[in-house]
């Protein structure tokens, strides 16, 4: 059976100082295109796998170029719907040594956020399809991408598809309140879940004990004791966490562990020189799903 993955969220115009200079210091911007589902459909699309994106953009020569920065490496963007007036914008500065990366938005009134329920025929998009993944971040865009989310995780489940989702905590696009509130509703059709050491604990309150995110001190144990609550509540069949130690914003040592049919699984470790942190989690994500998948 032929394998066909959903993913539905933001592409947004990404405006980046050349290197690592500081907005500041920048006179040039290099323009790219990203957001995190759209980079989990590239991901698998980069694996042989049939990737569909699905957002909202407008018909303009701007909305184009982000629907053509997919489609260029394979993704099935057919599904796109065209209007509203903007693609949102994010500024990123690349962080270095000890200064961190730094992410301004411009997002608001963007295509996807005025979105309405309408615009998404759910059933005619999962036709085919056998996977459906979305992001945190799409439900914290605004209150219609909260109730579109709902809306598109309820229709995946009742038609069968394995759904994924990837807490993936925005704090400047909403409060712990309203993540708890929105995600607690989304969860209860998630079959796999992504988090990293510190969504489960922002957006549900559950914390690893023996560890410390600022000094990087990881316990195993203590995400053992993570995964373990958070199926216990939601009843997923796999949680998935990234485990990041932070050297500095160049360095990085990256591991992850997963939890199956009541098992963990820990990957090695890997010392990381960072070239671009934006889209780690993603690549993770878009792995994991093709490695469930084959």
């Known amino acids: 059976m032929s394998q066909k993955v959903i993913t539905f969220g933001e592409v947004m115009l990404?405006?980046?100082?050349?290197?690592?200079?500081?907005?500041?210091?920048?006179?040039?911007?290099?323009?790219?295109y990203g957001g995190a589902e759209a980079n989990v459909a590239v991901s698998l699309?980069?694996?042989?796998?049939?990737?569909?994106?699905v957002t909202k953009l407008p018909a303009h020569e701007i909305g184009q170029a982000a629907v053509n920065s997919l489609r260029k490496y394979g993704v099935d963007t057919s599904l796109?719907?065209?209007?509203?007036?903007?693609?949102?914008?994010?500024?990123?500065?690349?962080?270095?040594?000890?200064?961190?990366?730094?992410?301004?938005?411009?997002?608001?009134?963007?295509?996807?956020?005025?979105?309405?329920?309408?615009?998404?025929?759910?059933?005619?998009?999962?036709?085919?399809a056998t996977w459906f993944h979305v992001t945190g971040i799409t439900p914290a865009i605004s209150e219609n991408m909260a109730e579109i989310t709902i809306e598109a995780v309820k229709a995946a489940k009742k038609l069968g598809l394995t759904v994924s989702t990837d807490l993936n905590f925005r704090k400047k696009?909403?409060?712990?309140?309203?993540?708890?509130?929105?995600?607690?509703?989304?969860?209860?059709?998630?079959?796999?879940?992504?988090?990293?050491?510190e969504d489960a604990s922002d957006v549900f309150g559950i914390k690893a004990s023996d560890t410390d995110i600022n000094t990087g001190k990881l316990s195993a144990k203590g995400y053992e004791d993570v995964c373990n609550q958070l199926v216990s509540k939601f009843g997923f069949k796999k949680v998935a966490i990234t485990?990041?130690?932070?050297i500095s914003a160049s360095d990085n040592n990256w591991s992850a562990m997963l939890y199956s049919d009541g098992k963990f699984y820990t990957s090695k470790k890997y010392s990381m020189r960072i070239v671009d942190r934006v889209g780690g989690g993603d690549s993770f994500g878009g792995g994991l799903i093709a490695a469930i998948l084959k």
């Open 14 to 32: 990404r405006l980046a100082p050349m290197g690592y200079l500081r907005f500041v210091q920048s006179d040039t911007m290099e323009a790219t």
């Open 45 to 53: 699309a980069n694996y042989g796998i049939d990737a569909a994106f």
């Open 80 to 128: 796109i719907v065209r209007g509203g007036d903007k693609v949102g914008i994010y500024y990123c500065e690349k962080g270095a040594s000890q200064r961190p990366s730094k992410v301004i938005y411009d997002r608001a009134h963007s295509a996807i956020s005025e979105a309405k329920p309408s615009d998404f025929d759910w059933e005619k998009i999962f036709a085919g």
């Open 173 to 197: 696009l909403w409060s712990k309140e309203q993540a708890n509130k929105v995600m607690s509703e989304v969860c209860k059709y998630v079959d796999v879940c992504i988090a990293n050491e």
């Open 243 to 246: 485990l990041r130690e932070s």
